[in-house]
């Protein structure tokens, strides 16, 4: 069996207005799920995008952002739709945008969260 073309794309998921709560409340298990996705090799960047860049430790999150490899935008957004973030209403997928893209360079940081939510390298 020939082995389907990997495309890479970029994925822009805004959040549904007010959502912020519900998203620090189900992070955890979002994090299980898209942990899976990363050892498969389908995800290869992602995060949370931002209004703006925090002043202090508190993050005003406005959706994620990701990079992902797979044969197609549709097979993109069906593992968009699996994920508790889609679940609870946290993602808007009704304003998902999803574009072709061909990356140059990917850099791969562990980042530790820690109980505050603040981030350390």
Do not use: C
Request: aromatic content about 6%; hydrophobic content about 45%.
């Amino acid at each position: 069996m020939a082995n389907k073309v990997q495309n890479e794309w970029l994925i822009i998921v805004p959040d549904a207005e007010g959502k912020l709560e519900e998203r620090m409340r189900v992070r955890a298990a979002h994090i299980d799920n898209v942990k899976k996705h990363v050892d498969s090799g389908f995800f290869q960047m992602g995060g949370a995008m931002l209004r703006a860049q925090p002043q202090e430790q508190e993050l005003d999150i406005s959706g994620s952002i990701v990079v992902a490899r797979a044969a197609t935008a549709e097979e993109v957004l069906a593992v968009l739709k699996e994920d508790i973030y889609a679940h609870t209403g946290v993602w808007d997928l009704k304003n998902v945008q999803i574009y072709p893209v061909r990356a140059l360079v990917l850099s791969f940081r562990i980042y530790k969260h820690t109980a505050d939510e603040s981030v350390h390298m």
